[in-house]
Structures are given as C-alpha cells and as structure tokens.
C-alpha cells in the first residue's frame, strides 16, 4: 500500500506492538502540524520509512510548552523549530512532540466510526 507516495508496510505483529484495531486503509500521511483533535495516530514517516508506535493512541493536541514537566518536553528545549505537541493522553504518560513538519501515520478522527 502506498500513501501520497510512501510505501506503508504492514503493522507489525509481534508481542511489542499492541494489536492494530483500525483499517491501514483508512490511514493517511500528514504533518505533524496538521494533526488534529481526536485523530488516531500510528506511526512516524521519515526518509528511513515507517515507525510504527508499539500502541496507537488518540491526539488531543495542545500548546508545546518546554518547561513541561512530563519527562519529554525537555527535551525539546534547544529546539527552535516548530513543534506540534499532539498531548499526553497516550500510553506513555508524556506529550509526544514532533516538529510540525514531521510526517506521520493517521487516521482522521472522522474516519474513526
Ligand atoms: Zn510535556
């Protein structure tokens, strides 16, 4: 399957990814910055190919703020990019920051039924 050109392999099943519970189909590549409320999100995309997160989880993006204590933002605090911070409602308990023009693996939270 390919997306606006990228070759999407399929999900891994193995015992570190949680099991997928969405189509691929359904998926689509856009930035970071372009992620939106509820959207489901799978994997980064960068020239090195897909990278899928060990779980799927639901993006409640939210202001970037560096001085964040969750343990991720810090590390963000020499980046002078922007940054699309996609919220800490995850399986990891701290924001998962991206540079806003970072591609990713979605579903649109309107495609979600
Ligand atoms: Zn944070």
Request: hydrophobic share 35%; charged share 25%.
């Amino acid at each position: 399957m390919r997306i606006k050109g990228i070759e999407i392999p399929p999900y891994p099943t193995d015992e570190d990814h949680a099991p997928l519970l969405v189509d691929l189909g359904l998926a689509d590549v856009v930035r970071a910055g372009e992620v939106a409320e509820g959207d489901l999100i799978l994997a980064t995309v960068d020239e090195r190919g897909v990278d899928y997160f060990n779980d799927q989880y639901t993006a409640h993006p939210k202001p970037h703020d560096p001085t964040c204590e969750c343990g991720n933002c810090c590390h963000s605090i020499d980046e002078d990019r922007p940054i699309a911070n996609l919220g800490d409602d995850n399986p990891w308990d701290v924001c998962d920051w991206h540079l806003a023009d970072c591609l990713l693996l979605i579903v649109r939270a309107a495609r979600l039924t």
